[in-house]
């Protein structure tokens, strides 16, 4: 019985036996699916040989497009311009998500001009990453310390790079997203979501400072902390917050960013936006500014709880705990007049100091902020009370990458990286990485 191969088939045929280095991988590829050693009988073992596989093909596909690529840009090359010296050939590799690429490439001179038509036509330069590569690299860094991404590439792509190298690229691309991440929203024209909960705090970055102008810069540095201000937004109700961050800029920069944070959540014409904090007055100024008679703004129970604490001292030597829940409750009820009727009559001399009148500076504390003491809507209201949903998010979002152990940033660096990780908090990884032109 004969058998008939049609003409596609035979085409195809054709073209693989043209390339008997992607033939051999195809048919190691073919073997592991058709057990032809029958020592696969594992899903594991199979799976990592058929990586192994897979990766191999990949890097001489590569290597196959590589060499097919400078024959026709050559010819191309030649076809478009007259009385090109040859200048000989010159290697070129880069790195890939499939391993290391190199070929040969002919060199050509004329009128002072270099060219080299496969290293311009096909945008690859020495020792150059490929944008998929970057992207994987760029993961690895956004996450882990650069000294420990090296062992990382070397196990799921077989690349070996210096951190210095996983640094930079790293870096370049966080720098690019940070007008992404800053990006000044403006409120949409709808209804929007009924209810929101927003919060903003600082967190303080390790930042080196390097004179310039010295000989031996190791030797010349100063180190400093420097406050990063972040924002969390959600629906209420939701699990997906929404983040803004601000590094070293003003408090408007701030209360912009807790703005388009609200926007990407869902903020409206309609939209309530609760917001708790720790009684700091410029928060509460960028709540009125940014969101006015659709927001406000409630000091956080803790931090409020902390001033009656060290009032107790006074008020209640012998009755601290007992003393402090009473006016916890009366805050809950919005009783806070009454708290201040409890704390007069124990308030110290004028003459002394803050630090040694913790009654008095209670209840200051309190007397200036009764706008923002409205515990018992947010009780009634199933509202949160507390900021610790943005003081776990610094955590996560900030330290777990910015304040790791013994790294330090420069100021362009820390704020690029600060826009990377908000970047990966917002989903937007993807859109970044699209509009580069590699998809996931």
Known sequence: MHCVINRDDQNLINRINKQPELRNHIESI???VENTSSNLKKADEAEKQTIEEVRKLGNEVMHSWANNRVEDSTKQLNS???GLRNKGKRSIKWHTTFGDIKVEEPVFSKDGHLYRPFSHSSGVAGRHCSLPLQRAIVDFGADHAFGKVP????EHYGIELSPSTIASITEEHAAKMVPIA??????PNQDGCKVQIGEIDGSMIPIVTVNEESKDKRKNKKLSWKEAKLSIVHQQGSVTPRFGAVFSGSVDDAGQSLLNAAIMSGFGKETYMHSVGDGAKWIALQIDNKFGNQGHYLIDMCHMTGYLYDAATICASDGKEKWVEKQKELLKNNQYKSI???LKPHMENDYLDDDEAPVRKCYRYINNRPKHLDYKY???NDLPI????????HRYVIQERLKLAGA????????AMLALRIIRANDMWDDYWDSMGIAA
Do not use: F
């Open 386 to 393: 507390g900021s610790g949903e943005v003081e776990s998010a």
């Open 80 to 82: 478009e311009n007259e």
């Open 378 to 380: 947010a009780i009634d």
């Open 151 to 154: 062992k990382k590439l070397q």
């Open 182 to 187: 800053n990006e000044k929203k403006e409120t």
């Open 408 to 415: 330090w940033w420069t100021d362009e660096n820390a704020n």
């Open 30 to 32: 073919l073997n592991i």
């Open 340 to 342: 201040l009727d409890n």
